[in-house]
């Protein structure tokens, strides 16, 4: 038999607020762990590469574009793809900032052992700091445990998620802090969309809409 509409508003509040009690979990436990991760992708000669698999993987690419938005290099790379030769884009010039919640995926442990054998700084992202991908990183960024529940089952990634996401948030934007780059920098390589609108100055042409 379907819910109604009261039990399945119920149900949407009280996913709100699991996720929104995951994220606040976050302040004053990652802080100085995220100044850390800052410093070193800004001090790094090469590039940023992103990596992961399933959700976190997914995670991984937004983080690579949000920090690119916001003044540090940075490109995402599939872990399965990275395993298929696609890590020979990565040098030991680079730092890799590889997601695992829990830690356990084979090929993204496999793929940090590999980098980390190649003289490659890999920093792991997960909430579980004893587990083998943890373990064959170069330095861990440990997050707070998603509290049992949180996600749908222990299983669907949801509030883990958003923990992550918010992580890689504040990464982003402390890195954007230590690099000096401003809004304006921001709207020159982001002339499309809204923001491109917003930082259009008087006399601009006018985006080419096509029809």
């Known amino acids: 038999m379907g819910m109604d509409d009261t039990a399945l508003v119920t149900v949407a509040g009280a996913v709100l607020a699991r996720e929104s009690a995951a994220v606040a979990a976050l302040v004053g436990t990652v802080e100085a762990g995220v100044v850390d991760v800052a410093k070193r992708l800004v001090a790094i000669a090469g590039k940023v590469v992103t990596t992961g698999s399933g959700t976190s993987g997914i995670m991984a690419e937004r983080l690579a574009h949000l920090l690119s938005v916001c003044g540090t290099p940075a490109v995402y790379l599939p872990a399965m793809d990275a395993l298929h030769g696609g890590m020979g884009a990565i040098t030991d010039t680079d730092l890799v900032l590889a997601i695992s919640k829990t830690g356990q995926s084979q090929e993204l442990t496999r793929l940090v052992d590999r980098l980390v054998g ?15 991908f943890a373990a064959a990183a170069t330095s861990v960024a440990a997050l707070p445990a998603t509290p049992s529940g ?36 921001v709207v020159d390589s982001h002339p499309a969309g809204g923001v491109g609108f917003r930082g259009r100055r008087p006399g601009d042409a006018a985006p080419v809409v096509s029809a």
């Open 150 to 185: 949180a996600d749908p089952g222990d299983m669907i990634a949801t509030a883990s998620t958003l923990v992550v996401g918010a992580w890689g948030d504040a990464v982003s934007v402390v890195a954007m802090a230590l690099r000096g780059h401003t809004l304006d920098d």
């Open 118 to 132: 190649r003289g490659v700084h890999v920093v792991a992202v997960t909430e579980s700091p004893e587990s083998p």
